[in-house]
């Protein structure tokens, strides 16, 4: 905008001058034309004037009325000679021929304001004021040919005045708009810098109310996880002390009973019955392994992931290189579950997939994240990863129970090794 203020300012300035110049010199030009033009005919068929005129002009630029206003007066022939001057020196000399002459033998009035480069008013420069110089041409009286031009410097003091009073109200004026423009547009911009400060204040409480909800279901997944291991726990217990003890008893009444009396058949049936009571029996102690956790409410981090590793080991006769570091607080009991169940599930995944090579935990708890790694030497069947049936979770429910506590889960083979990971952030972990 000041850019724009500058270069209109300059415009406007300069069109004022040009027109105030143009005026000034025409309506002298006229004035000095009505007294010099009838002395001046004989120049149509002369190369000076004679006497006569000569002095007649004379007496026209001493009166009081010219000399107050006209510095210099000169009578040009078209060719650049000097027919009259003011000054008698410059009579009958001949310079070359200037663009203001030339315009004015066009038929034109030229004004020019404190030009004084020219040779023949070198001399006016040192008069110290500002002068108006116009060339104005001298026309025959009956055909209106242009036969001379008459050429008159005049004080400009007024003039000079006039265009500098011009020249500020032009800039007062120029810069009271674009000062009014800035204010308009200061208000646009600050109008808009409220209205995305109240859009940015409407997102963060959006923001925060989705928080607060997502908090909401993360705690309220916590306490599912929760529940749903106090369920499996009851239904392990129940298994365990009804049909597993039932068919226990049953095992043990056919086992007595004198059936080698009855007959070899019969004495190959009741060993099958009780070969398969005692299957039931072993599967659902399996199942009720598989359901029930340890009571890792109370436990430390390192404790939950020794008994994990400590029971895969017992279980498989496998080895696994534990790495276990615990520099944060203490987890809340739903993500003691979720680490738990990872590493039974990944240590079974391993050993399942894996053979049980080159396994390795890395668990980690930090002030801010708790990260944990079940990685094996990849085997062929961790190519595809079936998720097989088994008693375990399975790789898609355990990241389902990942990402449902807020965590990341990932699998990936990396060179020669699968490894499992999940990263549970502890405000989102702590929330949920």
């Known amino acids: 905008m000041l850019l724009g203020m500058t270069v209109i300012g300059l415009w406007v300035v300069e069109q004022i001058e040009e027109g105030v110049i143009d005026n000034a010199g025409a309506t002298t030009a006229l004035l000095i034309d009505s007294f010099v033009a009838p002395l001046a005919q004989e120049l149509t068929t002369s190369e000076s004037l004679s006497i006569g005129p000569t002095r007649a002009l004379d007496e026209v630029f001493q009166q009081a009325t010219f000399q107050q206003r006209i510095v210099s007066v000169k009578i040009w022939k078209l060719d650049g000679t000097i027919a009259y001057s003011n000054d008698i020196k410059l009579v009958g000399r001949k310079f070359d021929v200037t663009p203001g002459l030339s315009e004015a033998a066009a038929g034109n009035i030229r004004a020019e304001f404190n030009q004084l480069s020219s040779p023949e ?15 104005s041409p001298i026309r025959e009286s009956w055909q209106g040919d242009v036969i001379a031009v008459i050429e008159f410097y005049a004080d400009a003091t007024d003039l000079a005045s006039s265009m500098a009073a011009a ?52 705690r309220a997944s916590g306490r599912a996880v929760e529940l749903t291991e106090q369920q499996l726990r009851r239904v392990s217990a129940d298994l365990h002390d009804g049909p597993a003890q039932l068919i226990g008893v049953a095992a043990l009444r056919i086992g007595a009973l004198p059936i080698a009396k009855l007959g070899d058949k ?14 039931a029996m072993q599967e659902i102690r399996d199942i009720c392994k598989g359901l029930s956790l340890p009571d890792i409410e109370r436990q ?50 391993a050993y399942r997939h894996g053979g049980g090579r080159e396994q390795a935990v ?51 083979i990396s060179g020669s090794r699968a490894i499992l990971s999940m990263q549970v952030h502890h405000h989102q972990g702590g929330h949920a």
């Open 121 to 135: 008013s070198a001399d006016l420069a040192s008069l110290g004021i500002p002068l108006l110089e116009v060339y």
């Open 167 to 218: 020249r500020q109200k032009s800039w007062l004026v120029v810069g009271g708009v674009t000062l009014g423009m800035a204010l308009l547009l200061l208000g646009i911009v600050h109008s808009g810098s409220v209205l995305i400060a109240r859009q940015r204040r409407s997102i963060e409480a959006a923001l925060a109310e989705n928080q607060t909800l997502l908090e909401r279901t993360q």
């Open 266 to 279: 019969a004495a190959e049936e009741g060993g099958q019955i009780v070969s398969g009571l005692q299957k």
């Open 300 to 349: 430390k981090l390192a404790e939950i992931v020794d008994q994990v590793v400590d029971s895969h080991m017992a279980r498989t006769r496998t080895k696994v290189a534990l790495d276990v570091s615990d520099s944060g607080p203490d987890l809340p009991p739903h993500l003691k579950i979720g680490l738990y169940r990872f590493l039974q599930e990944g240590l079974n995944n």
């Open 362 to 412: 890395v668990v980690k708890n930090t002030d801010a994240l708790l990260s944990a790694t079940v990685s094996n030497l990849a085997g062929a069947t961790d190519k595809t990863l079936p998720d097989q049936p088994h008693t375990g979770l399975g790789l898609m429910g355990l990241k389902e129970r990942i990402e449902t506590l807020g965590g990341k889960f990932e699998f990936a």
